[in-house]
């Protein structure tokens, strides 16, 4: 997955570990989980200045799915969050999925109307690129369950490279030692043999 845009492996291995216990928090788990993160995170990333942004602009939206502040916003537009989430849950339908269309519903696909729901501009932003590049996500996600050997392939080319390395300076230093033994030799012999 960091192959597959902005957010590269370097971003994962620094953010990961602060989002995927949340992401966990909300029923993910194995490598499923871990491709929708990553494809949410790409997906963010396409509308943030940075993947530091587009980690916090994640982070907002999956620590506050559940929060007071946002099930309120939602009542106020007569639904009821936390029920509907947790009977997504109970079925085992995907929570993001669920609370994404309800946000849709919420405020009838209009984009303007996302601060009506979320006061915190960070999750407005997440929000917003989840909404409208969410065909992107879910084909980026599928995508990620179908690469086949990609990282081994990675780590056969650095480590061939390496052992070519490895194999020329193994034939340079026993080039060398042959030459300085045939060097030392004309001069030693003749000592050795006085």
Not at 80 to 98: F, S, T, Y
Request: proline share 3%.
């Amino acid at each position: 997955s960091g192959k597959a845009g902005q957010f590269e492996t370097n971003d994962m291995s620094q953010y990961l570990p602060s989002l995927l216990p949340a992401f966990a928090a909300l029923g993910y788990e194995g490598t499923k989980g871990l491709q929708k993160l990553a494809a949410m995170l790409q997906t963010v990333r396409k509308q943030a200045g940075s993947s530091s942004e587009a980690a916090t602009y994640l982070s907002n939206v999956l620590n506050k799915v559940y929060s007071a502040d946002t099930a309120n916003k939602f009542k106020k537009m007569g639904i009821n969050l936390p029920r509907e989430l947790d009977k997504a849950r109970r079925k085992g339908e995907d929570v993001l999925d669920v609370f994404l269309d309800l946000a849709y519903q919420a405020t009838n696909g209009d984009l303007a109307k996302l601060p009506l729901l979320f006061t915190d501009s960070e999750m407005q932003k997440g929000m917003r690129a989840l909404l409208m590049l969410r065909g992107e996500t879910d084909a980026l996600a599928n995508s990620l369950g179908n690469v086949k050997g990609t990282a081994m392939q990675d780590f056969a080319r650095v480590t061939g490279d390496a052992q070519g390395a490895i194999e020329r300076l193994e034939t340079a230093w026993d080039k060398l030692k042959t030459k300085l033994g045939q060097n030392v030799s004309r001069a030693a012999v003749p000592l050795l043999d006085s």
